[in-house]
């Protein structure tokens, strides 16, 4: 069975924090989980006075890599200081696909069923 070293999702709705965990990789991302490695809180990042984006226990990270644990891809960008927290903003995502299929009426591409549909009953 795999481990790998990830992060579990804590804190509120509007306000997510994150702990630093070791977990099988079956196990679901708040699930359970082996040893805690450390944490991270986005809210926090690069504020006064804390102004600590995250805090990881270098001990016992070591420990489990010994083991052989994985790291999974954002653990390692925290690690080496270059992750760069995104907000999830659903409203981009939507402002993309009209963008895309704007560009598609434009150019000239076929319409789809629906707006058959719709010309149709117009």
């Known amino acids: 069975m795999s481990i790998k070293i990830r992060l579990a999702k804590i804190g509120k709705r509007n ?5 630093i965990v070791v977990a099988e990789t079956r196990s679901k991302r708040n699930g359970k989980f ?22 990881i226990d270098k001990v016992k990270l070591d420990a489990w890599v010994q083991k ?18 995104t907000k999830y903003n659903p409203k981009a995502e939507k402002a993309t696909e ?15 069923e629906n707006d058959k549909t719709e010309k149709e009953t117009a």
């Open 68 to 85: 052989g644990a994985l790291i999974t891809d954002s653990v390692k960008e925290m690690i080496a200081g270059t992750y760069k927290y």
């Open 34 to 55: 082996l040893d805690i490695l450390g944490d991270f809180n986005p809210a926090t990042a690069g504020k006064p006075p804390t102004g600590v984006k995250v805090t």
């Open 15 to 19: 306000a997510p924090a994150y702990k």
């Open 98 to 112: 009209e963008q895309t299929s704007d560009s598609n009426e434009s150019n000239g591409s076929k319409p789809s």
